[in-house]
């Protein structure tokens, strides 16, 4: 009987290993739930999400922030031994929106430390000009690779964040509507949708033409984001 019930015990933690497992994945985001990780603590899962969230409800019209890949979470979990990139992080949150603006010093953060985690957390904010921002610092981060000198095994690293950091957009493209109604916000949401284009054309080495002139909003066509999905795709799949 002992040696029954043993079994059923050790069987009944390997469903529960295989299920958490499972459940590492993306859910629907308009939720919005989070993936529940292997290596990631729920208790940090639900700091980033507090940390990030609209929680006064000051923009209900833009979309929620799409939730980060495992992979993303893993790093910034593992970012925030360091106190600055821990403090700069909880800056992010809305208890500081009466710091005029409270962001920016995590902006100077960034471009002085080059920052890829701490920009990837910033693409995650509820508020739009703060996903923007992050989007910026993704992009300025891997524009300026060819200037950082590195060994063979740091630039493995580095490849394998490049494609941690294309799967989430694409999934953000995937789970975010492209355009929205209004005027200013709309503006500010092409604006959005533009540099997730421009982002992952820099990570991908391709070009995908978006507006001419960046201060005329401009849409890009449903049919054209389509087809730079495929090609993003394809690159994560060489």
């Known amino acids: 009987m002992g040696r029954h019930t043993t079994l059923l015990l050790v069987y009944g933690l390997l469903c529960i290993s295989h299920t958490r497992a499972q459940k590492a994945v993306y859910f629907p985001v308009r939720g919005v739930t989070w993936p529940v990780c292997e290596n990631v603590s729920d208790g940090f899962v639900q700091q980033v999400r507090q940390v990030l969230a609209d929680s006064a409800k000051m923009f209900p019209e833009y979309p929620e922030p799409v939730p980060f890949t495992c992979d993303l979470l893993k790093g910034l979990q593992d970012a925030m031994a360091d106190d600055s990139i821990r403090y700069h992080f909880e800056h992010l949150s809305q208890r500081y929106w009466r710091t005029d603006p409270h962001y920016r010093s995590v902006e100077r953060y960034i471009d002085r430390h080059l920052d890829l985690h701490l920009a990837i957390a910033a693409t995650g904010h509820y508020f739009c000009d703060v996903r923007i921002m992050g989007l910026k610092k993704l992009h300025d981060h891997r524009r ?35 355009s929205i109604p209004g005027s200013e916000n709309a503006t500010i949401h092409d604006v959005y949708i533009n540099e997730i284009v421009r982002t992952l054309d820099l990570f991908t080495g391709q070009f995908h033409p978006g507006p001419k002139d960046a201060r005329v909003r401009s849409t890009i066509p449903d049919a054209d984001l389509q087809a730079a999905l495929k090609d993003w795709r394809k690159w994560l799949d060489e």
């Open 144 to 178: 300026m690779r060819p200037l950082v000198c590195a060994t063979t095994e740091h630039y493995v690293q580095l490849e394998k964040q490049d494609r941690q950091v294309v799967r989430y957009l694409i999934h953000v493209l995937e789970n975010t509507p492209w």
